[in-house]
């Protein structure tokens, strides 16, 4: 053989996720691509003088992960806000721990300044705070009433704004709660008591970050990178994007900033991004997908309910416990009409677009289902592989029509973990919580299908992905719906080479197989033969995109010191 690789990796478990051939002594790289997986005679005869040899020492190579749902943007802002999630990632126990916890944001973060006095704190949850509720803008006012000072709820779905925020955003006492929203007010009175749901959370965030600053908002995207290269994605989604948002990758792209892939899924509802579905950005499903300095729009995204966590998803029955104000056979609430739902199936349909939908809820489940059948009676014949993210509470009759449609289902199992003993005992019930995100009556079928951690709701953390739809314990320790457990080879083939196809990438990227793009990733240990109970405590060493190493560990450092902003600073 007259050519030589660049790069051959060698000496521990290789991983290639392709179902005939699912592992190899060595992997041959080439000019960004693998040339070779097998047996390392063979792999060996494409070694030269200035082939690079990687020894494993024993760790496993996998294909770079693949991002089923996230949102990159949204990462980089949790990067740049206090951290003030509960544990085991972060410090959020109770609301005085969270107001210390801005305390000291506010006196060693540099972001503040950056964000013109704006104190940002990500990550809160008031099923897991002792006060079992949501701080108020009394509470934030108490660390601060000069400068304004929002909180972010875990699911993202809530927000929490002190008095100053508040009248940024234009909330007074006499602003009605907006279409698909709730302005929350005090005991017997209009005033808003600080915390903010769905519609008017989004809106009114939006209008909290200093305008016209590009260098802001790439640097917020690069940092979501790097959250994400750390857990050894090499294809990031940005799973909801403002007109604003989409751009700013754009940008980020036009100055070679991005490392690994990312695709975008702009939010259909803003209608700025209509005018970006175009080339050389856009193309449609009948295209082979191409990114342009590693970004690209991949379709849009259309949000149909809330989050089941904070009792916003809207459900076909009452929540268990309703929320504090909800009568008894509240359910959540659904946030676009049937006909906008139908409208924006159909035009995707007939513009060959690709398209995500957020449907938590099972009654949000039925809207999807039913207004994407007439939408298919309105366009037939076409396929754009439309995909369901979340699902929670799908049902099983459901999952027959998801497959009957041509739906892609991608869900979300880390919920198991962080919120599967919150499921039980108030939001769903112990029956209904035992079908969260049931992945099993999806095996059962036949069906491919990806997981995701919806970064920055979760840390994008692939192995706690993995763990959770393995193992389906909660924090307590309780198995949640062990009958939709899956094996460790179908988990990770829903990170990789599923999640591929999901993108219609499955042809250069998601398995280790010649002529595949050389996007990798180093692994401390092996998810298939480890202890199923230590598959979350996985590292990932090292991230290669197109055969370049993209991030590497600080060596010894174990992954519990690692913080939210990547810095990985040692206690």
């Avoid at 604003?244 to 939010?267: C, F, N, W």
């Avoid at 991004?273 to 379709?299: E, K, Q």
């Avoid at 009568?327 to 906008?340: E, Q």
Wanted: negative net charge; contains cysteine.
């Amino acid at each position: 053989m007259g050519w030589s690789a660049d790069t051959i990796y060698h000496g521990g478990p290789i991983v290639t996720m392709v179902d005939d051939n699912p592992s190899a002594e060595a992997l041959a790289v080439k000019a960004g691509r693998i040339v070779a997986v097998g047996d390392l005679k063979t792999v060996s005869r494409y070694r030269r003088g200035c082939t690079r040899v990687v020894d494993l020492k024993g760790h496993a190579l996998l294909p770079g992960f693949i991002d089923a749902h996230g949102h990159a943007s949204m990462v980089g802002m949790q990067a740049m806000s206090a951290n003030i999630l509960p544990a085991p990632d972060g410090p959020g126990g109770s609301v005085a721990s969270v107001l210390q916890a801005l305390r000291e944001h506010i006196r060693t973060s540099p972001y503040p300044d950056r964000l013109n006095g704006l104190v940002l704190g990500f990550g809160y949850d008031d099923s897991l705070l002792d006060e079992k509720r949501h701080p108020t803008r009394d509470d934030l006012d108490a660390v601060s009433s000069e400068v304004p000072i929002v909180l972010i709820h875990q699911s993202s779905h809530f927000g929490a704004f002190n008095s100053k925020a508040l009248a940024m955003a234009g909330i007074t006492a006499d602003t009605p709660d907006p279409p698909g929203g709730v302005i929350r007010r005090r005991p017997g009175s209009n005033e808003p008591d600080g915390v903010l749901e769905e519609v008017a959370f989004f809106d009114s965030l939006g209008k909290m970050f200093p305008a016209n600053d590009a260098q802001l908002a790439v640097d917020m995207l690069l940092a979501g990178q790097a959250m994400y290269l750390r857990y050894g994605y090499t294809t990031i989604q940005d799973g909801r994007t403002s007109a604003a948002q989409t751009q700013v990758g754009m940008l980020a792209a036009e100055r070679g900033l991005l490392k690994a892939d990312i695709v975008a899924y702009p939010d259909v509802l803003d209608a700025g991004n209509l005018s970006l579905m175009a080339p050389p950005w856009f193309h449609d499903v009948r295209v082979t997908p191409s990114y342009r300095n590693r970004f690209r729009i991949g379709g849009i995204k259309l949000t149909l309910d809330g989050s089941p966590q904070g009792k916003t998803a809207w459900l076909t029955q009452p929540y268990a416990e309703p929320p504090a104000g909800r009568a008894p056979d509240y359910a959540g609430y659904g946030v676009v009409d049937d006909a906008v739902v139908r409208a924006v199936f159909t035009q995707a349909l007939r513009n060959h677009w690709q398209f995500l939908v957020h449907a938590n809820g099972d009654r949000a489940i039925d809207q999807m289902l039913a207004q994407f059948a007439l939408a298919k009676e309105d366009v037939p014949g076409v396929d754009v592989k439309p995909v369901l993210i979340h699902g929670q509470t799908l049902r099983e009759d459901q999952v027959d029509r998801l497959q009957t449609l041509g739906i892609f289902p991608s869900l979300f199992p880390m919920h198991t973990f962080y919120w599967g003993d919150w499921h039980r005992t108030s939001v769903l019930g112990p029956e209904r919580a035992e079908n969260i995100s049931p992945t099993g009556w999806l095996v059962r079928r036949g069906m491919p299908f990806t997981t995701h951690h919806d970064a920055p709701v979760a840390f994008p953390d692939a192995m706690r992905v993995v763990a959770s739809a393995v193992n389906r314990s909660t924090r307590s320790g309780y198995v949640l719906g062990a009958h939709h457990r899956i094996d460790r080879w179908t988990a990770l083939k829903t990170i990789t080479s599923w999640a591929a196809d999901q993108h219609f990438e499955g042809a250069s990227k998601g398995s280790l197989a010649p002529g595949k793009l050389a996007d990798l990733m180093i692994l401390s240990d092996n998810p298939l033969t480890v202890d199923a109970s230590k598959i979350a405590d996985i590292r990932v060493l090292e991230t290669v995109k197109e055969g370049r190493t993209i991030h590497e560990a600080r060596a010894q450092i174990p992954a519990r010191w690692l913080t939210a902003s990547g810095a990985g600073d040692v206690p």
